[in-house]
């Protein structure tokens, strides 16, 4: 009985929080509607930087939702309880985020009414067109995960599509890597390096992302997290963090000891301006020291509270380490004449200047918003709460 | 007296006749030796490949000939925004780092015959016609810009505002991409690109349109005797405009 009206009044504040998601939500599409009607002129992107904030966002979505289902995949797979009860927010969060990235990405186009053509005319060389493929399984494949996973009847085939599903998302991934490591003209993408980069990073985001949910989810449901499970998602948060980084060393040390790419990695690394303070204060110092000084240190890392604020660094980071490779790897010129020096009408030979606009800024905000709204009311609807019989305090 | 005016009468309506005649068969006459190019319902045949050769030695510095004719063709005009302004054809300097020396020349899309912006199109709206040219089918083309980041030579732009002083021959519209067509519409007419047009009617004679495929055209005589570049050829796209000089 009084735990009845605990939950009304918990109600109340649940509705008042679906408001407000959704006030982002419609704000987004305010902005997506506002940039339609009058062309992309009213936002920062130009001739120059073709792709913007929007798409940092988009490709942050869709590369941790690849990323979270990987706890439900360590479950399933590789038969570990503890990721097991994760399994179904794990699959949720997949889905949620890969619409919400989808929405941005669809929204932005300048014509995003031909969402059809989008979805029929297959350019079946394009990784882009690839792509529209790997999404669509995805979702199918992991709502059928998710079927397995949360019908009794079902759990016997929940190892098999799990397996689908992991594989399938290392698919997906590699195909947005490849949308960069495709690309041949310019200078920072054009290697298979983003292929394995772009994989090893949704495992870091996404983590990031779970951990932070289900933060929220055990704080809003007076629950508290077993310290046992908490530690194993920290340390493995950790390692992912630390692979991000070996990557990055990775990508830059090879490009440094290219004589073609030294100026581009110059740009990048030492006067790059905002991208390069982006690099080593928001990637490297926040989004990557600070969260593995706290993970590791043995006092923090055991405060719930401490590793939701390395998650969230985790994820600052993650912006900053999209952001410099979008829009800091169109800012540098395109090298039409190596060796030479280009001067045109066309900003030919200068760095490209990217101001975000604020359309831009509610539109990416907007699906991470969707995310959300998808997130909060499935699990109103469902029972997507981690199960630890044996480790859950009870209320 | 009546003869005069007689006579002045059949003058008259002989000139009329001979007018009128005129006038009704001059088109016709015309419309024969326009049936020379490719009748419109044909498609583009593979035994063309068209082609540009850009002598920049014959190229100023300062002149813009070609830029001016070709936005005057296709419509392509600025709107104060030059940062989101599409250009199809831009002057670019060029100054070589150790000798100083410098260059200067039209850059506009090379009509490759491996263009990357064709392979990365996800709906096929970016294509290349049989004879070479590479275009963008503005029914199906959804604005995603991924061509725009695979074109090694910046030769794409995005439609970012609406405009309405458009050339009939040349659709253009909002939330696509556009590029250089060669000037398709006058090709398929047996015309030369504008910017070529321009170039000669100068004087400047630094372009030279024509056949690749066709051993005994201009361009491939030039091509033959003479070194020329491909722009980027260290990514092997086999371009369909090529340069002298740089």
Excluded at chain 1, 90 to 97: K, Q, R, S, Y
Excluded at chain 1, 161 to 179: K, M, P, Q, S
Excluded at chain 1, 296 to 306: A, C, D, I, T
Excluded at chain 2, 177 to 192: F, G, P, Q
Aim: glycine residues 8%; aromatic residues 10%; neutral net charge.
């Amino acid at each position: 009985m009084s735990n009845d009206v605990f939950r009304k009044s918990k109600d109340g504040a649940f509705y008042f929080v679906l408001g407000v998601i959704g006030l982002v939500v419609l704000a987004g599409l305010g902005a997506a509607f506002y940039m339609e009607h009058y062309g992309h002129v009213v936002t920062g992107m130009t001739n120059q930087i073709v792709w913007g904030l929007p798409h940092v966002f988009a490709i942050f979505l869709i590369v941790a939702a690849s990323g979270v289902l990987n706890v439900a995949s360590i479950g399933s797979v590789f038969g570990k309880p503890v990721y097991k009860a994760r399994g179904p927010l794990a699959g949720l969060l997949a889905i949620a985020m890969l619409a919400g990235g989808l929405m941005v990405l669809m929204l932005d186009l300048g014509r995003s009414d031909r969402l059809i053509i989008a979805m029929t005319y297959l350019n079946l060389k394009s990784v882009f067109a690839l792509n529209v493929f790997l999404y669509t399984v995805f979702f199918t494949v992991v709502a059928l995960y998710l079927w397995t996973m949360l019908d009794r009847k079902m759990h016997a085939y929940s190892k098999y599509v799990g397996f689908a599903a992991f594989i399938w998302r290392l698919a997906l991934t590699t195909g947005t890597g490849a949308i960069f490591g495709f690309l041949v003209a310019r200078q920072a993408y054009g290697t298979a390096l983003l292929a394995p980069m772009f994989i090893i990073m949704s495992f870091s985001f996404g983590l990031a992302v779970f951990m932070i949910v289900q933060a929220v989810m055990y704080s809003w449901n007076d629950r508290v997290l077993d310290e046992v499970i908490l530690h194993r998602l920290k340390n493995l948060l950790a390692t992912f963090v630390a692979a991000v980084l070996y990557f990055t060393v990775v990508y830059h040390m090879t490009n440094l000891y290219f004589a073609k790419q030294t100026a581009f990695e110059h740009f990048i690394l030492i006067d790059g301006g905002v991208y390069t303070n982006l690099f080593w204060f928001g990637q490297i110092l926040l989004g990557t020291l600070a969260p593995l000084a706290i993970l590791f240190h043995p006092g923090l890392s055991k405060r719930n509270g401490w590793i939701v604020t390395a998650s969230m660094l985790v994820i600052l980071g993650a912006f900053a380490q999209l952001y410099v490779l979008l829009i800091g790897g169109q800012a540098f010129p395109l090298s039409i004449f190596p060796s030479m020096v280009e001067s045109s009408s066309f900003f030919d030979g200068q760095i490209h200047t990217y101001s975000p606009s604020l359309p831009e800024f509610l539109l990416g905000m907007g699906g991470i918003a969707a995310a959300a709204l998808i997130t909060a009311i499935a699990a109103k609807v469902l029972n997507f709460m981690p199960d630890d019989k044996h480790h859950t305090v009870s209320h | 007296m009546s003869n005069d005016v007689d006579n002045s009468r059949r003058k008259f309506i002989a000139a009329g006749v001979a007018g009128t005649a005129g006038l009704v068969l001059a088109p016709g006459v015309t419309l024969l030796d326009m049936a020379n190019a490719r009748p419109a319902g044909e498609a583009a045949s593979s035994t063309k490949r068209w082609g540009m050769l850009i002598d920049s030695t014959k190229c100023a510095t300062g002149c813009n000939d070609c830029v001016t004719a070709c936005g005057k063709e296709n419509g392509v005009a600025s709107t104060g925004h030059p940062e989101t302004d599409p250009q199809w054809i831009r002057k670019i300097e060029l100054k070589e780092v150790k000798s100083g020396k410098s260059h200067s020349l039209p850059m506009m899309c090379q009509h490759c015959a491996e263009p990357p912006c064709v392979d990365v199109c996800p709906t096929g709206a970016s294509f290349k016609r049989a004879d070479g040219i590479v275009l963008v089918d503005r029914h199906i083309c959804i604005g995603c810009r991924y061509c725009m980041m695979a074109c090694p030579y910046k030769a794409r732009s995005f439609v970012h505002e609406e405009h309405d002083d458009q050339n009939p021959d040349v659709p253009r519209g909002k939330g696509c991409v556009e590029s250089c067509t060669l000037c398709v519409h006058r090709v398929d007419k047996d015309m030369e690109p504008a910017c070529v047009e321009a170039c000669s009617a100068g004087n400047h004679g630094a372009m030279l349109f024509g056949d690749l495929n066709d051993a005994n055209s201009e361009i491939s005589k030039r091509i033959a005797t003479y070194a020329t570049t491909q722009v980027r050829a260290d990514l092997a796209l086999n371009t369909g405009v090529r340069y002298q000089g740089i």
